[in-house]
T-cell receptor, first 112, second 114 residues
Framework: NAGVTQTPKFQVLKTGQSMTLQCAQDMNHNSMYWYRQDPGMGLRLIYYSASEGTTDKGEVPNGYNVSRLNKREFSLRLESAAPSQTSVYFC???????????FGQGTRLTVV | QQQVKQSPQSLIVQKGGISIINCAYENTAFDYFPWYQQFPGKGPALLIAIRPDVSEKKEGRFTISFNKSAKQFSLHIMDSQPGDSATYFCAASKRSGGYQKVTFGTGTKLQVIP
């Protein structure tokens, strides 16, 4: 019962470095999401993929790119990390059009 | 623009007491109102949810009260326990194409003390 698996769990980057956050789900869900969580800001949607082959911008997409590699995997890429991207990142998935999202355990990213 | 406003930011309740968290929304197109519970180091998990055609939903010690005319909803935790200590997020969602767009509140950190 893995659910939604995110890697890595922790990462420290220097300003300007790039990295990819990986996410995989084993629940056969169509829709996948990337959120960032910051103190006092709640969860904000970065990008989502309503179904395999489609991706769309969420509330805060600037500085990020995504790839829906297949039905199971949805990655988030930071091309040139900035301190403002220090955050906890959560991947989530759901049945397409369904209301309940299942979250991974998060990636704590620090950009120095 | 914050579409879902949540209060309080933090809450301390004695064991056995009632915890109350309030949320207000602006967009009348929202059609589903979930509450998520998050423990430290974990991702949020769905706790309970309500649709706007009912005024109350109860699951065990957790109750959602919903006031459609006031565009407000609240979570009540009866007989609060130390194990309920977590961060709670209210949310509101609406269908956008084939996708259910979810807007989260800013979260309430609940601490239940023995």
């Amino acid at each position: 019962n893995a659910g939604v698996t995110q890697t890595p769990k922790f990462q420290v980057l220097k300003t300007g470095q790039s990295m990819t956050l990986q996410c995989a789900q084993d629940m056969n869900h169509n829709s996948m999401y990337w959120y960032r969580q910051d103190p006092g800001m709640g969860l904000r949607l970065i990008y989502y993929s309503a179904s395999e082959g489609t991706t769309d911008k969420g509330e805060v997409p600037n500085g990020y790119n995504v790839s829906r590699l297949n039905k199971r995997e949805f990655s988030l890429r930071l091309e040139s990390a900035a301190p403002s991207q220090t955050s906890v990142y959560f991947c989530a998935s759901s049945v397409m059009g369904n209301t309940e999202a299942f979250f991974g355990q998060g990636t704590r990213l620090t950009v120095v | 623009q914050q579409q879902v406003k949540q209060s309080p930011q933090s809450l301390i309740v004695q064991k056995g007491g009632i915890s109350i968290i309030n949320c207000a929304y602006e967009n009348t197109a929202f059609d589903y109102f979930p509450w998520y519970q998050q423990f430290p180091g974990k991702g949020p998990a769905l706790l309970i949810a309500i649709r706007p055609d009912v005024s109350e939903k109860k699951e065990g010690r957790f109750t959602i009260s919903f006031n459609k005319s006031a565009k407000q909803f609240s979570l009540h935790i009866m007989d609060s326990q130390p194990g309920d200590s977590a961060t709670y997020f209210c949310a509101a969602s609406k269908r956008s194409g084939g996708y259910q767009k979810v807007t989260f509140g800013t979260g309430t950190k609940l601490q239940v003390i023995p």
